[in-house]
C-alpha cells in the first residue's frame, strides 16, 4: 500500500509538473504572439513567419500577415523569403568545412584567394570572416562588404563554384528542399512579395544574385533545419562551431560568419539579414539550447534597430523573446508610455535597453510619423534623468539615435532639435578615444558641427574618414568627400 500511495504521490507532482509548464508555455506564446502583433503594426510590416526551437523541439510556430498585399495572399509555412546577410553564417560553415578537410587555412592571407592583391599581406581569411580587415586589423570591427572575398576563398579553396559547394556541403545533405541561391527573376515562385514603407507600404524590388555576403532564399522549415544541423553537427564538427560561434577577440561582437554577444549573463549567437525589401533574424542562446528565428517581406525588423553595430538588444523583437522565453520577464510590458515608465526600474538593465531601444524605433518611425520624434526623446531624457552617467552605458547605438533625431528635424523641417547636443559631443568623444578612425562617429560628429557652422571641427571629422588607411570606400566615404568638396 505505501508504494501505491508514493507512486500515486509521483503520478500528481508529475502531473502537476506538466500542468505547470504548459501553463508557462501557453502563457509564454500569447504574450509573444501579442508583442509580435504589436510590432508588426508598429513598423507596418505586412508579413512574418515567426519560430522558436527549444531542446530540439519547435514550441512555436507563427505566421502572421499578408505575403502579396494585391492578391491577399497569406504568409504560410510555404512562404520564401530572401534572407539576406544570414546568408553569412551559411558561408561561414562552408570555410569552416574547409578548414576541416585542410583545404584551408583561417591564417592564409586574403590576397591568395583574389587574382590581383587589394589589401595588405596582414589581412588574413580570419580577419574578413571577422569583419575585423578595417582599420587597425584583427583589432576593431566593423561590418563590411569585405566579407564578399569569402566567395573567392571557398571557390579557390574547394576547386568548385560557391553554388557547387552550397548544395553539396549543406543544401543537399541536410535535403534543404525550399534553399536557393537567388539568381535571377526565374526562381520568383513563393517567394513573398517585396514592400517598402515610403509614403505608406509600397510595393518593392527583389535583389538578384549572390555571394558569400547575401543570396540565399529560404523558409521557416528549412532554417530549423539548418540550424538543428548545426547544433547537432551534422554539417561541421563541434570544435568548428564552437569557433565560429566564438567572439574573434574580448569584448568584440563577431566570430566567423556570425555575431556573438553577452547580455544578462546569457552568451547570444545571432545574424540579421537586411535587403531594401526583405528583413531576418536568427537568434540562438545555446546555454538555453532555444533559438529564435523571424522573416518579413519590408526591412523594418532589422533597419530600424541598426543591427550593422553588433547590438542585438536594440531590437525590440530580440527583447521580446528573452524577456518571455529566457529571461521570465513575461509580465513586463514591451512598450512603455512615458507616464508607465518606472524610474527605479530603469537601474535594471534589461529595462534601460528595452526604453532606448524603444526610444530608437520612435526615431526611425519619426521619418513617417514626426510627433515621434518627442516621443523618442521623452524616453531618452527619462534614461538620462535617472541615470545621469550615461556615458558608462553609451554607446554607437545611442549615438546614432541622438544624431538622427537631428537628422529628423532637419530633413522634415522641423527647426532645430538640440536637446541631446551635450549628450551627442560628449557621447562622441568617448567613443572616438576608443576608436579615434571610426567612420560612423565621425560622420555623425562631422554633421553635427557642419550643421552648427563649426567648419573647423567639420572638416577634421570628415578628413579623419577620408584619410583613414585600410577602409574600403562606403557611403559614409560618399558623404564625407562630398561635403570636403562643397566646403
Not at 97 to 104: D, G, H
Not at 188 to 202: C, F, H, V
Request: hydrophobic share 40%; charged share 20%; aromatic share 12%.
Amino acid at each position: 500500500m505505501k508504494q501505491y500511495l508514493k507512486i500515486v504521490v509521483l503520478l500528481l507532482i508529475f502531473f502537476s509538473s506538466c500542468a505547470e509548464k504548459k501553463n508557462r508555455i501557453d502563457k509564454q506564446a500569447e504574450r509573444f504572439t501579442s508583442e509580435l502583433l504589436e510590432l508588426k503594426e508598429y513598423f507596418k510590416i505586412p508579413g512574418l513567419a515567426v519560430s522558436i526551437e527549444e531542446n530540439g523541439d519547435n514550441v512555436y510556430q507563427e505566421f502572421f500577415g499578408l505575403s502579396d498585399i494585391e492578391m491577399t495572399t497569406h504568409v504560410d509555412s510555404t512562404t520564401l523569403f530572401p534572407i539576406a546577410s544570414i546568408t553569412k553564417v551559411f558561408s561561414g560553415v562552408l570555410a569552416m568545412k574547409l578548414v576541416e578537410q585542410e583545404k584551408l587555412s583561417l591564417n592564409e592571407p586574403i590576397n591568395t584567394f583574389l587574382l590581383k592583391p587589394i589589401l595588405g599581406d596582414s589581412v588574413l581569411v580570419k580577419h574578413i570572416l571577422s569583419h575585423t580587415s578595417q582599420g587597425n586589423v584583427g583589432e576593431n570591427f566593423y561590418y563590411s562588404s569585405r566579407f564578399g572575398l569569402i566567395t573567392n576563398v571557398i571557390e579557390k579553396a574547394s576547386g568548385k563554384s560557391f553554388s557547387e559547394m552550397m548544395e553539396q556541403e549543406i543544401i543537399n545533405p541536410l535535403k534543404l528542399d525550399n534553399t536557393f541561391l537567388l539568381k535571377d527573376s526565374t526562381q520568383i515562385s513563393r517567394i513573398a512579395k517585396p514592400y517598402m514603407l515610403d509614403n505608406g507600404t509600397e510595393g518593392g524590388f527583389i535583389d538578384y544574385g549572390y555571394s558569400s555576403s547575401a543570396g540565399i532564399v529560404s523558409n521557416l522549415k528549412d532554417l530549423t533545419i539548418f540550424n538543428k544541423g548545426l547544433d547537432n553537427d551534422l554539417i561541421i564538427n563541434k570544435e568548428s562551431r564552437e569557433l565560429m560561434f566564438s567572439s574573434f577577440k574580448k569584448d568584440l561582437p563577431y566570430g566567423y560568419g556570425i555575431f556573438n554577444q553577452q547580455f544578462e549573463n546569457q552568451n547570444m549567437v545571432w545574424a540579421y539579414g537586411q535587403y531594401d525589401c526583405y528583413s531576418s533574424l536568427l537568434l540562438k542562446v545555446p546555454s538555453e539550447n532555444i533559438t529564435l528565428t523571424i522573416l518579413a517581406n519590408n526591412n523594418l525588423l532589422s533597419d530600424p534597430a541598426r543591427l550593422i553595430y553588433g547590438d542585438a538588444t536594440s531590437s525590440l523583437f530580440v527583447l521580446s523573446f528573452l524577456k518571455n522565453y529566457v529571461l521570465g520577464l513575461t509580465e513586463m510590458s514591451l512598450f512603455e508610455k512615458q507616464e508607465s515608465i518606472s524610474q527605479n526600474s530603469l537601474n535594471n538593465e534589461f529595462y534601460r535597453k528595452k526604453i532606448l531601444a524603444q526610444a530608437l524605433a520612435e526615431s526611425y518611425m519619426a521619418r513617417f510619423e514626426p510627433e515621434k520624434l518627442q516621443s523618442s526623446a521623452k524616453l531618452l531624457k527619462s534614461v538620462f534623468t535617472k541615470n545621469p552617467d550615461y556615458l558608462e552605458y553609451a554607446d554607437l547605438t545611442l549615438l546614432h539615435n541622438l544624431s538622427f533625431l537631428k537628422d529628423v528635424a532637419f530633413y522634415m523641417e522641423l527647426g532645430e532639435f538640440n536637446d541631446f547636443d551635450t549628450q551627442i559631443e560628449n557621447i562622441g568623444k568617448k567613443l572616438l578615444a576608443q576608436e579615434p578612425n571610426n567612420p560612423y562617429v565621425n560622420l555623425y560628429l562631422g554633421t553635427f558641427y557642419s550643421r552648427k557652422g563649426n567648419k573647423e571641427k567639420a572638416k577634421f571629422h570628415f578628413e579623419n574618414i577620408v584619410k583613414s588607411n585600410n577602409f574600403s570606400k562606403n557611403w559614409y566615404t560618399n558623404e564625407a568627400q562630398q561635403w570636403l568638396k562643397e566646403n
